[in-house]
């Protein structure tokens, strides 16, 4: 763990309340801004490599990552799909960079619709499968690394990728040079403030990945975020995720091993397994446009 001072990434202040710990880990909330993160922030290095291939098949996908993110394809392609349907709801085609892009899922669907697509991803195992696979054009590494030109893109996306990352501030300042002026910015977050974080509390369902998500936004955080790094927002929703019952019946193993058990075994008997459903109320959709 890096020791850095304890202070508000976005508002500076060093006016922090403990939140939560949860799995040892404490979460801070900023009482003059409200934005809940992770302190310390896990080093760089240690992300790094928590971010190979064992994040997309993990041994312990309760805590880390995905069980096998390849076996997901059929609902990653038609979240693919559905985020893309809001692109084209604000420009018709140019030149797209997604951050965060894993195996090119996206990227794919973008550029079937006439998109010039390009990706940066931080684990080479997705790069290379995307590069490989589906003959992307996807940087291995961090959005910084990549040294795109100023005013490089249209539009940038990064699905569900800020509260993965240590420095949002720092980030989003990227992705607004490498955008034309009045390019827009897509993005996914979970929503601290969302109906089910406000019922659960500690025990809220976006807190049981606390080892990758970092920073915690409700709409008025995220729209300051955005707001500090040049950008205003056009659109915030909640935004659903498409995902399997067997994968909600997996997660459910962090409340009740007894409970995960038997309704894997009822969904495996009533061949419910691989039904996808939509979950909602813990992610929001943010549109937000380069001033
Ligand atoms: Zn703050």
Known sequence: MAEKPAACQLCSSLDLVDMF?????QLKRCRHCG??????LPADEELRTG???KYFQSGDPLHWGYENYLAMDGENRQTA???LGILTGFLRGGSLLEVGCATGLFMQAAQAKGFAAKGVEISDFAAAHGRENYKLDIFTGIL????????SFDAVAMWDVLEHVPAPLRDLEEVARVLKSGGYLFLTVPNINSFWARIMGKNWFGFTKIREHLFYYNRRTITQALSQSGFN???I???PFLVTLKFLSDKMGRYSRLLSGWSGKVLKVCRLENKK????YIDMLVVARKR
């Open 21 to 25: 710990l949860i799995d040892q880990i």
């Open 277 to 280: 459903v939509n979950f909602q």
């Open 35 to 40: 934005l809940v993160f992770v302190f310390p």
């Open 237 to 239: 929703k909640s935004s």
């Open 81 to 83: 799909e559905r985020r």
């Open 233 to 235: 927002v056009v659109r």
């Open 144 to 151: 910084r690394d990549a040294r795109f030109a100023d005013a």
């Open 51 to 53: 971010y190979q291939q």
